[in-house]
């Protein structure tokens, strides 16, 4: 516990001015990050008696071991600053909603020749219209399903849509009348980019028009007698209203608006948000937060609003955002958001009539969202603390390891060895800071050295960053051995240890986003290992934990506890003891190392597959040099295959655009001294797949091996460990 009188700023230092200000810990990790009107007065605040503080607030001023600040000149600015930064830094004890999935949107790809209806989740894109969110991917579809009766739009992937325009022949929709199938020329792109903005326009609240332009088309049909036409209208004009149904009116006028509600106790809060368009309710989303500080519902009020229209702009920020309490001030917020929608911008508190109505039902679902929330986690912080604790217990720690890393070893058979380092804080993953490596010191199996080696790599990091920021000194490098430090070669070029998301990993696969390291450079970018763990643990038994222990005492490191968990009967390995420590199947600290452990196992073997598989699809090309991914599908798309390619002269290379003679030259070097492959096999028929129906990688769309689960056991895995 750090005293908060040691660091802080002398009288007079705090301007009186608005502006941002971050707490640093003792790592000088950014902890919170807060904005004020008057840093002074808001500063001051953090430095009065702690038996006056919020509990939450006392527990951050006592971790902090730092606090700076960047003065503004507008509040407007204070707002947009605190939110970049913490998007940047993601602070340990600023409010931070917890979405609890990414909803789906009603998106028509307006940005393509021909536009796409779909389901679409994550981040916007740019040129493509959103409509909801909507609670259910198959809400949607219910819907897309009764409008393309009338408006056919596209609906089919790129994939898709290419091989009916290859073969002259319409998907099912296309036969159906669901489609206006312009993939084999039915209509024009014009004519289908029509359908397309009608399609947005219907959605987004003009409904009365359709409507009563297809009942006057459905009259004039059944007076000349058209009788079949006139029904087909009919239907038509049924399977739109029946799509307005599942949207009722809630607010005349076809009123935009968003109404936001509040549940809150003393420890957390629930956010609900309606989504108003054209009058009826287009989609709802709801998070629930801890309250880390004290905060008034204005606070949570403007944290949500940060959140919900940090990324939008334009019409995504409707014209009235109906709140149940004004941020202090209220006036920047509104001002910020009149900037990101590019007009005046209502925020208010409803007072009479059907918004006040249609804001009590947002509130309810508040609060049953918060009851519902706490009744899933009616004893999860208990029971996190106290698998903590049993922990600690049963390894005799000074205190509860609130950062646990643990590692685990990847390979087939030895080939393509890697490794996974996982990291949990207060018994939660915290995926930002996972870290994955490529076993470089030797070629084989061997667990014991790979430990050994992922260990050094990983804490020499560590040394090297305290040595840096002045925390540790030695003289020498950061090992202490005179050895170049981890992820920097002898040259000074960039290895492995990177953080997700750099450039120098490959993919990630584990279908999250990285993006903001919490724990960054003055300047924004990601540190590399500088947070030490209070306990390291290892997927293994007693051999593994000697390596990692013995990795330690080689780098001079003796406050950091490691134990291995080895999975044949669940026992919990210490270092220089001969006989495992076992915790009861029952003990939540038992259950808690599982979840590390497997997780640091899932986390390998995803990494281990993606190298596999990208070995698995080496083609001849890629011996070219500097042959990039552009290029080379320029090549496969020209001629159509690689057998076709082995067959071209160097002339007939040269007339793709963008490659040159000599590149042409090495293009046919590298296919000539390359065997020809072997015939694909399609695994679903047993037929032989012709060269045009594989990729530019030489093999066949599908994969070649049957998929494992992440949860499937070692043995099922055969050799994949």
């Known amino acids: ?110 940005n393509e020749e021909f536009p796409r209806v779909q389901v679409m989740r994550g981040h916007k894109r740019k040129g493509v219209r959103y409509f909801g969110p909507y609670g259910h991917a198959w809400a949607i579809r219910d819907t897309v399903d009764l409008l393309l009766r009338v408006f056919p739009v596209r609906t089919c992937s790129a994939g898709v849509f290419k091989n009916a325009a290859r073969t002259g022949r319409p998907c099912l929709l296309g036969y159906i009348g669901k489609c206006s199938a312009p993939c084999v020329g039915r209509v024009s792109a014009e004519e289908h980019r029509e359908l397309a903005e009608e399609f947005c326009d219907f959605m987004a609240g003009r409904t009365g028009t359709y409507i009563r332009r297809l009942e006057q088309q459905m009259t004039d049909a059944a007076e000349e007698m058209e009788y079949e036409r006139a029904a087909r209208l009919r239907d038509d004009i049924e399977a739109l209203k029946k799509a307005m149904e599942k949207n009722a009116v809630v607010l005349a006028d076809a ?33 629930v937060t801890d309250k880390v500080e004290a905060v008034t519902t204005g606070d949570l009020v403007e944290h949500a609003l940060q959140q919900l229209y940090g990324e939008e702009t334009g019409d ?54 918060l009851g519902l929330h706490k009744t899933k986690r009616a004893s999860d912080l208990t029971t996190r603390s106290r698998a903590l604790e049993e922990i600690a217990g049963a390894l005799d720690l000074d205190s509860a390891p609130l950062r646990i890393e643990c590692y685990d070893i990847s390979h087939l058979q030895g080939d393509d060895v890697v490794a996974s380092m996982v990291v949990f804080e207060d018994g939660l993953q915290r995926k930002s800071e996972y870290r994955r490596f490529q076993i470089k010191g030797f070629e084989g199996q061997d667990d014991v050295r790979s430990m050994h080696e992922v260990i050094t790599r990983r804490f020499r990091r560590y040394l090297a960053e305290k040595e840096r920021t002045g925390e540790w000194t030695n003289g020498e490098n950061a090992s202490g051995d005179g050895a170049p430090r981890d992820g920097v070669s002898a040259d000074g070029t960039s290895t492995e240890g990177a953080p997700l998301g750099n450039a120098a990993l490959e993919g990630d696969t584990t279908g999250n986003a990285f993006a903001g390291n919490a724990f960054t450079e003055e300047d924004g970018r990601p540190k590399r290992f500088a947070y030490p763990p209070q306990l390291v643990v290892v997927d293994g038994g007693q051999p593994q934990v000697a390596a990692a222990k013995r990795a330690l005492d080689e780098l001079g490191i003796d406050d950091i506890a490691v134990c291995g968990l080895a999975k ?59 042959l990039g991914e552009t290029r080379k599908q320029a090549l496969i798309k020209h001629f159509g295959s690689v057998k076709k390619l082995r ?21 046919a070097v590298a296919l000539a001294q390359a065997a020809p492959a072997a015939p694909a096999v399609n695994t679903a028929t047993g037929e032989i797949m012709e060269d045009e129906e594989v990729g530019a990688s030489g093999t066949t769309t599908g994969s070649p091996e049957e998929p494992v689960t992440a949860g499937a056991s070692h043995e099922r895995r055969g050799q994949e460990t």
């Open 316 to 369: 995504s920020v409707p014209k009235e955002v109906l709140v149940p309490a004004l941020p202090d001030p209220v006036e920047p917020v509104q001002e910020w958001l009149t900037e990101r929608r590019g007009s005046n911008v209502s925020l208010r508190i409803p007072q009479r009539g059907d918004k006040k109505a249609l804001m009590e039902t947002v509130q309810r679902n508040a609060l049953q969202a």
């Open 568 to 626: 044949r009967l669940e026992e919990v390995w210490l270092p220089h003891e001969d006989d495992p420590v076992v915790l009861p199947r029952t003990s939540e600290g038992l259950y808690l190392l599982q979840r590390v452990r497997d997780e640091a196992h899932r986390f390998a073997i995803t990494y281990q597959r993606t190298k596999r598989a990208k070995r698995f699809k080496a083609s001849p090309l890629d011996e070219v040099p500097g």
């Open 1 to 110: 516990m750090v005293d908060p009188s040691s660091y802080r700023p002398k009288p007079g230092q705090i301007p009186d001015s608005p502006g941002v200000y971050k707490f640093r810990d003792e790592h000088r990790r950014v902890i919170y990050v807060g904005k004020a009107k008057s840093l002074r007065q808001r500063l001051a605040s953090y430095f009065q008696d702690l038996a006056g503080l919020h509990p939450r607030t006392r527990t951050m001023v006592t971790t902090a071991a730092s606090v700076e600040w960047t003065v503004v000149s507008t509040e407007v600015e204070a707002l947009q600053l605190e939110y970049s930064w913490i998007k940047e830094f993601d602070p340990r004890f600023n409010v931070k909603y917890r979405d609890d999935k990414s909803y789906p949107y009603l998106a028509v790809t307006m």
């Open 255 to 287: 009123t935009d608006a968003d109404l936001m509600a509040v549940a809150e106790d003393e420890l957390e809060a629930a956010v609900q948000i309606f989504h108003v368009r054209g009058g009826r309710v287009r989609g709802q989303r709801g998070w």
């Open 647 to 667: 067959s071209a002269t160097i002339d007939q290379i040269c007339e793709v655009p963008g490659i040159g003679r000599k590149t042409a030259e090495a293009v």
